[in-house]
Each structure stands twice: as structure tokens, then as C-alpha cells.
């Protein structure tokens, strides 16, 4: 329940925030890379990195990791089918054999079938999902926007009140 | 509106989170190391690995473990080592390729086989992962072995049932018939596409013709030489025919005589099934002593069989199971590369260990390990090991560097005081006393050779309650009591799936002698007996295949040499004829 009402949080936060749809298309993509592939790992801390310095939505980053978590779980068995087959595809041995012998790169865990196939999946759908999240983001704050923002729901969840009461109340 | 691109005050925040993380690290990661270490150590070796301690001195490229324990894989509440302190040289620069390169270690205080309070095995109970998989299949090796059970304590020689199904013979028996039955039929087929009835009727036709011909009749003579023409040919397929078909009758004999080897093996088998072992002297030692002899085989077996699976030869990619982790942990690929440095590398390890740690003056005895590596074709050297002392001579070579690995290793131990036991199927205890030990292997690819030896000159034997009325049991208590020296031999050798074992011992002669004198006539009839029922279960199959292979056999040769003699007969009368008519007769 807690987890639901910090996402509908994060969702309106990000929505209605100040930033342009592009900025929180970018944070969600770079949230998604978070919640795709498995969190403790070199080029995770690269993305947070980029999602703090870069000039994009943290808030869309938090959403797209949130939303993007339950995603990956249910995607690990293709992760790891696609990780396997770039992994021992005869001609890419050459580039792997290369990069597992280079400095600080095996760090990053590339070799682990699903850290590769999860980044490579993530690096697929991130320049479909950061358009349609543009597009979409847009169309939102053009079209209901505006509603939802005076609507009471919107203000009973974005209330920091109703959280608090929440927080005392939760077993 | 120009958006910036960077956000230059969040700088600081990240640079306090580094700082937060790097003082985390600083202060969580020996615990960290330890934990990690603990669990590969346990996921590696099948067994429970505990630290007491672990420090990493980055700056100096040493890690320090002290009180390490490896409980042993094999036994529920004993140790297979414990350390007081090991000291390792760890190259740093490595490590940025995520590469462990130990320069060297130096361990302290090694105690073997120290008993422990908690059950410590892993892979004998989950039976994941490489270890868990490696003791299943060396423990499945192990139980190939069937050792029959000499049960003396009451004389009594028991026989199990015997069931139908697992002899060979009637399986052989069947399949044979039905390859008499095809064999037949081909040959019926063959017989008939040879059509020799209308070759014969026109030959016989032409020698009536030629009976009546004159000299000067060129066409009834051409029609002679044609039609013995015919007859060749028809003769020469008669005999690839004949070929065959002994070429057959060949393979159906052979097949006959495995039903004679099945029987055999069948007798064997039906033996095995006594509990009683051969009253020849080297079954005798195999009976009492090959249980307690293929345990260190066992073990040994499942050190180097773990030593293959984790340094394989060769430089192809490799894939082990990944990390464990909420996610799916996947599977981590090697990529080893000519000329650089293996995932993992121990170039020298110096030992000091102790030996009767628990006796009044614990021996001290040195060792040196060198070479350790995943990846031994980037190392290019075996790994070798050896130690010594006053009573103590151990060595091992691991060589995979070559596509067929070779593993040999072996230790003599002497003032080793091995624990009482049972002997087996014998209500009768063993007590060794401080004896020298031996054991060898030698693994050349999928061939094992290997020697277990137990030597002692203070041996004692105790009777069981169970033995008191048993004449058997008093028997066997005469032979052996006055026998003070033990000397054990077991060898193993073969391809390692299927290996002969041979166990001997000096108590072999006067065991068997004894027992011979009593057990002699019991054991023969018992073993006619199950001869018997072999039989009777076997001769209702084999006889009818047998007459049926010969009947086979006799029905084919006689129809190509019936069919021989006609065309034989026909083209000698036609010859015969011909050089009548042709034969110049002067005047």
C-alpha cells in the first residue's frame, strides 16, 4: 500500500512537474535502466550518476526505476536468453574475449548473461519509450492535465497530510 | 528557451554520497570480504567454509584470515581443515580486470580432520551446484561396487530370490531367434530371386537337343555352350548366395556362443546373490575390506573431479551459474585470452600444518602448493603440491594443461592411529592400532589407477557379543585372532566409469583356508543350486533357439547345395556332350 501511494505520488510529481516532457521522458528512460537490469552493478551507479547531474527529471527517474522494477522480474527469463545467446554467439567471442581482459569493464558484470541481456534490452526500448513518454507526457498536460490537477484526488494524495496520517495508521 | 544540460549543483550531493560510500566500504568491507568469501568457499567446495576474521590491507595488497575452518564435505561432524592464520600477497593490479592473482600464502596452523559440533555439509544435502553435482556422481561411482556379504555369524548361507528379468540370457535368447527367423527369410528371398528353375529347364532342354544333334548342327551346339553359359553365371550366384548365407550361419553361431557367455554371466550374477563370497583367498579380502577400501577412492576422486570442473583445460568460453541475488542470478562467462592473467592464480602457498594435533606432541610438517589457477592453459604449468615430515611423504600434480588432463597424487602416512571398525558381513571389530597408510591415483584422462594400502604390526580383533554361538564365528575368530599384522591392499584401475577393483590382504589364505575347511561343501551345493534355477529358468528358452539356429542353418545349406549338384551335374553332361560331338575322329 505504502509502495502504491509513494508511486501515484512519484506519477503526479513527475507529471505535473515544471520540467518539459523531453526531461521527464529522459528520467524515466534512465530510471528504466535501473529497474530492468539488476541494481548493484558499475553501470547502475553511471545511470544514477547521469540521472543526478544531468539536467532531467529525478522525479521520472524514481518513477521509471518504480515501474520498471516489477518489469524486469517478470523479463529475467529473457534477459538471460538473449545474455546467453550474445554471450556464446561464435562471432562475438572476439569482442567479449577483449573486453573481459580489459581493465575495470569486468567490473560492470557484462559477462553475467542477465546483467547483459537485461542492458541490452533496456538500450533497445529506451529511444521507443523516451518518444512515447515525450508524446505522451505532452498530450496529458494538453488534454486532462489541468483536470486532474484540480481534481480531489489529486490533492488527497499529493497531501502531505494524508501521507503522515498514513505513516501514523500503517502496521 | 536553452535548457542547460547539466545540473552542476547536484555535484555536491553526489560527491557526499561517494564519500558516504567509501566510508561504508571502509568500514564494512572486511565483513563484506569475509561473508563473500565464506559463501564461495561453501558454493566451491560443498562445504561449509567459516572465518573468524578477515582483514584487507588494500594498501599493502594483503588479506589476513584467521581462524578459518572447512568442514569436510564427506563426514557430518569432522572438519576437513582448520587454520589459524593465512596470510596472502594479493597482486592489486589484477583486480581492476576483476582477477585474483595471490602472489603467495602463507598458512599457519593447519589441523587435518578435526571434529567439529554442527553438521557442515552442504552439497551432500542440497546437491546443487558443481559440488553437490560432483558428489552424486562420485558417489553413484562408489556404489557400483557390489561387494557380496560373507554372513558368518550364524553359518547360515542365505540365498535371495531370483528374478527372471534381470537375467541376460532370455533377452540374447529372443533376440537371437528372431535374427534366425530374419536370417531365414532373407535367405528364402535370396534363394528364390536366383529363378535357377527356368536356367535348369533350358539347359536340360539343350542337352536333349545336343543327345539327338549331329556334329555339323552348329545351332544346337551354340544352344550347348549358351545354355552352359547360364549355368555358370547361375552357378556363380548360387555361390555369393553360399557366401552370405555362411557369412550368416557365422553370426548366428557367434550369437549362440553369447548365449553361452550370458549364461555365464548369468551364473555370476545368480552367485552374487548368495551371501557368500568365493572361497578363493582374493574374494576373501575383497569381501571383508573393499567397503572401507573404495572410501578414500570416493574421495579422492571427488578432489580431482572438482579440480577438473573449476580448472578446466583449454581457453574456451566458460559459463558457471552467477551470483546469488534477488534476481535471477543468471550465468557468469569466462573469457580467457592467451597471454593474460587467469580469473584466478595462487602462484606459491607455503604450509605448516600439524599432524595428531590432539596427541601429547603434535608433529609439525611443511608443505608448498604452487600453481593453482582457473584457467591452467594462460598459467602453462601444472599445479603441484607436495609435503613432508618425519612420518609423512604427500604429493599431487594437476596437470590440465593439455587437452587431456592428468591428475596423480599420493601420500604416505605413517603412526596413524585408524579408529576400530567393523568388518563387514562379520560380527567382528578391527582395531589397526597406529598403522602406515598409503594412498595413490593417478587420473589420465577417463583411465583411473589407483592404491589404497593400510600397514600395522600391532593389529587387535574383538569379538562381538553376536559371535558366542556360532561355529562359524568361532572359526573365523581362530583364524584371525592370533594375527597381529594387518596389510591391506586395494588397487583400482580401468576406465574410470567401469574400474576393476582387486582388495587382498594377508588375513586372505588363513580366512579362506578356514572357511574352505567348513563352509567348502555348502557353498558348492548352494551354488549348484542357483545353477539350477538358472537353468531351469534359461534351457525352456535357449534349447528351442538353439534347435531353431540349426535347423535354419541346415535347411539353407542344403538347398544351395541341392541346387549346386543339379547345376554341377547338368553342366558336366552338357560339357560331356558338347566334346562328344566335337571330338575329331580320324578315320
Known amino acids: 500500500m505504502f509502495a502504491l501511494i509513494k508511486l501515484i505520488q512519484s506519477l503526479f510529481d513527475a507529471l505535473h512537474s515544471e520540467g518539459t516532457p523531453g526531461q521527464l521522458a529522459a528520467g524515466i528512460v534512465l530510471g528504466s535502466f535501473l529497474g530492468l537490469t539488476p541494481l548493484v552493478n558499475l553501470h547502475n551507479a553511471l545511470i544514477f550518476a547521469a540521472l543526478v547531474l544531468l539536467n532531467v527529471s529525478f522525479a521520472g527517474g524514481m518513477l521509471g526505476w518504480a515501474v520498471f522494477v516489477p518489469i524486469g522480474f517478470l523479463l529475467d527469463p529473457l534477459f538471460d536468453w538473449i545474455g546467453h545467446s550474445l554471450l556464446l554467439a561464435p562471432s562475438l567471442r572476439g569482442l567479449w574475449t577483449s573486453l573481459y581482459n580489459t581493465p575495470i569493464v569486468p567490473l560492470s558484470n557484462f559477462n553475467n548473461t542477465v546483467v547483459l541481456g537485461s542492458l541490452v534490452f533496456a538500450l533497445l526500448v529506451s529511444l521507443p519509450l523516451f518518444v512515447a513518454t515525450r508524446w505522451a507526457v505532452a498530450r496529458y498536460r494538453v488534454t486532462v492535465g489541468e483536470r486532474v490537477r484540480q481534481s480531489k484526488f489529486y490533492r488527497a494524495v499529493t497531501a502531505s497530510k494524508v501521507y503522515n496520517v498514513y505513516k501514523m495508521f500503517r502496521p | ?587
Not at chain 2, 575452518?69 to 596472502?88: R, W
Not at chain 2, 555365464?264 to 557368500?276: I, M, N, P, T, V
Not at chain 2, 569381501?287 to 572410501?295: D, R, T, V
Not at chain 2, 589420465?444 to 580383533?461: L, P, Y
Request: with cysteine.
Open chain 2, 1 to 587: 528557451m536553452k535548457i542547460k544540460i547539466f545540473r552542476w549543483r547536484a555535484v555536491g550531493p553526489l560527491l557526499v554520497l561517494f564519500v558516504i560510500g567509501c566510508l561504508l566500504w571502509w568500514l564494512f568491507a572486511d565483513t563484506i570480504a569475509r561473508r563473500e568469501s565464506q559463501k564461495v568457499g561453501t558454493q566451491l567446495l560443498g562445504a561449509k567454509v567459516d572465518i573468524q576474521d578477515l582483514h584487507l590491507d588494500l594498501r599493502r595488497g594483503a588479506v589476513t584470515i584467521r581462524g578459518l575452518t572447512i568442514a569436510s564435505p564427506h563426514e557430518a561432524f569432522q572438519n576437513l581443515l582448520e587454520a589459524d592464520e593465512l596470510v596472502a600477497d594479493i597482486d592489486m593490479i589484477p583486480l581492476t580486470e576483476k582477477k585474483l592473482v595471490v602472489d603467495r600464502i602463507v598458512a599457519k596452523g593447519l589441523r587435518f580432520g578435526t571434529p567439529r559440533t554442527t553438521d557442515g555439509r552442504v552439497a551432500a544435502k542440497s546437491g546443487d551446484g558443481i559440488a553437490g553435482r560432483v558428489l552424486a556422481e562420485t558417489r553413484e561411482w562408489a556404489s557400483q561396487f557390489q561387494i557380496p556379504v560373507l554372513q558368518l555369524a550364524t553359518g547360515k548361507i542365505s540365498i535371495d530370490s531370483l528374478d527372471p528379468r534381470r537375467l541376460s540370457t532370455i533377452p540374447a535368447a529372443a533376440a537371437l531367434s528372431a535374427r534366425a527367423d530374419s536370417s531365414r527369410r532373407a535367405w528364402q528371398a535370396a534363394y528364390d530371386s536366383l529363378r535357377l528353375g527356368p536356367t535348369l529347364d533350358s539347359a536340360s532342354a539343350a542337352l536333349e537337343r545336343l543327345r539327338h544333334a549331329r556334329a555339323a548342327d552348329l545351332a544346337a551346339l551354340n544352344d550347348g555352350r549358351q545354355a552352359i553359359d547360364r549355368l555358370k553365371r547361375a552357378r556363380d550366384r548360387v555361390t555369393a548366395l553360399d557366401r552370405s548365407v555362411k557369412s550368416g550361419i557365422t553370426q548366428l553361431q557367434t550369437g549362440l556362443a553369447g548365449l553361452d557367455s550370458a549364461r555365464g554371466r548369468d551364473y555370476a550374477f545368480a552367485r552374487s546373490l548368495l551371501k557368500l563370497p568365493s572361497l578363493d583367498a582374493p574374494e576373501i579380502g575383497a569381501a571383508l575390506f573393499a567397503p572401507g577400501a573404495i572410501k578414500p577412492f570416493e574421495r579422492a576422486l571427488y578432489y580431482a573431479q572438482l579440480a577438473r570442473r573449476y580448472m578446466p583445460p583449454g581457453l574456451l568460453p566458460r559459463a558457471t551459474t552467477g551470483p546469488s541475488r534477488v534476481r535471477r542470478a543468471g550465468e557468469d562467462v569466462r573469457f580467457p585470452k592467451e597471454r593474460a592473467l587467469p580469473a584466478f592464480l595462487l602462484r606459491s602457498a607455503e604450509l605448516s600444518f600439524l599432524l595428531h594435533p590432539t596427541s601429547d606432541q603434535p608433529q609439525q610438517y611443511a608443505g608448498r602448493l604452487t600453481g593453482l589457477t582457473s584457467e591452467p592453459a594462460l598459467y602453462g604449468r601444472p599445479t603441484t603440491f607436495r609435503a613432508s615430515g618425519p612420518q609423512l611423504a604427500a604429493g599431487a600434480l594437476l596437470d590440465h594443461v593439455r587437452d587431456i588432463p592428468v591428475d596423480t597424487g599420493g601420500a604416505t602416512v605413517g603412526g596413524i592411529t585408524l579408529p576400530a571398525f567393523q568388518v563387514p558381513g562379520v560380527p567382528l571389530r578391527l582395531d589397526p592400532g597406529a598403522a602406515t597408510t598409503q594412498l595413490g591415483l593417478t587420473l589420465n584422462g577417463d583411465t583411473i589407477h589407483a592404491r589404497f594400502a593400510i600397514r600395522s604390526t600391532h593389529a587387535r580383533w574383538m569379538r562381538d557379543s553376536g559371535f558366542a554361538n556360532s561355529t562359524i564365528g568361532d572359526l573365523m575368530w581362530r583364524a584371525v585372532s592370533g594375527i597381529s599384522n594387518l596389510d591391506v591392499e586395494a588397487r583400482l584401475s580401468g576406465p574410470l566409469h567401469h574400474p576393476d577393483l582387486a582388495v587382498r590382504s594377508n588375513l586372505d589364505q588363513a580366512v579362506a583356508s578356514r572357511l574352505r575347511a567348513v563352509l567348502g561343501d555348502r557353498v558348492a551345493a548352494a551354488e549348484k543350486q542357483m545353477h539350477d534355477r538358472v537353468d531351469a529358468l534359461i534351457n525352456d528358452k535357449v534349447g528351442p533357439v538353439r534347435a531353431r539356429v540349426n535347423e535354419v542353418q541346415t535347411q539353407a545349406q542344403a538347398q544351395i547345395a541341392q541346387q549346386r549338384a543339379r547345376l554341377d551335374d547338368l553342366q558336366k553332361q552338357l560339357e560331356q556332350r558338347l566334346r562328344d560331338l566335337t571330338r575329331i575322329r580320324l578315320p
